[in-house]
T-cell receptor
């Protein structure tokens, strides 16, 4: 799996957009970008994923650069409940039964602190 | 649906004791994973399974064993617990398919004294 690089921490004012960057310069053409978040003491929660095109759902938007070497997760109107660690991971398409491509490797993520 | 259920939620062991953590999912998922999380660190993959009867090593497999005898259950065993295994353990599962997302349990806090 491609390695990802994220800032250790970020602040955001409540009600403003939170833009969380992720670098994945070694990403391969068949690797998806996934975002998860982990609120304190809870299990991680899926947010969104994408391959090439920008994606939007009820939680967030995902902007992937044309060369796919980086992406940005956007929380359009951050609230205090969005304070969490946000993980960006990339994952290849399944490579076969028991293959290494089925591992999902998390990094240390970005701690987003939403300030009142 | 209960999703992914981990038992127990908390456990304290003495060095050298053994125990088994149970992960159960009711979503008929093919893939299951065990992660550990230590303070200030991200999630590290211990072992995973791509289907009933199969297991594979992750990033930090030493000191742990796993079994997937039934599709819905993934067991993580510590044969001889060490203080370095004090951690929060998370189980996750997902369906087959390239775009399927992970569902996580609520975690098990394990302390080894």
């Amino acid at each position: 799996d491609a390695k990802t690089t994220q800032p250790t921490s970020m602040d955001c004012a409540e009600g403003r957009a939170a833009n969380l960057p992720c670098n994945h310069s070694t990403i391969s053409g068949n690797e998806y970008v996934y975002w998860y978040r982990q609120i304190h003491s809870q299990g991680p929660q899926y947010i969104i994923h994408g391959l090439k095109n920008n994606e939007t759902n009820e939680m967030a938007s995902l902007i992937i650069t044309e060369d796919r070497k980086s992406s940005t997760l956007i929380l359009p109107h951050a609230t205090l409940r969005d304070t969490a660690v946000y993980y960006c991971i990339v994952r290849v398409l399944e490579g076969g039964y028991g293959g290494a491509t089925n591992k999902l490797i998390f990094g240390t993520g970005t701690l987003l602190a939403v300030q009142p | 649906n209960a999703g992914v259920t981990q038992t127990p939620k908390f456990r304290v062991l003495k060095t050298g004791q053994s125990m088994t953590l149970l992960c159960a999912q009711d979503m008929n998922h093919e893939y299951m994973y065990w992660y550990r999380q230590d303070p200030g660190m991200g999630l590290r993959l211990i072992h995973y399974s791509v289907g009933e009867g199969t297991t594979a090593k992750g990033e930090v497999p030493d000191g742990y064993n796993v079994s997937r005898l039934k599709k819905q259950n993934f067991l993580l065993g510590l044969e001889s617990a060490a203080p370095s295994q004090t951690s929060v353990y998370f189980c996750a599962s997902r369906a087959g398919g390239a775009k399927e997302k992970l569902f996580f349990g609520s975690g098990t806090q394990l302390s080894v004294l």
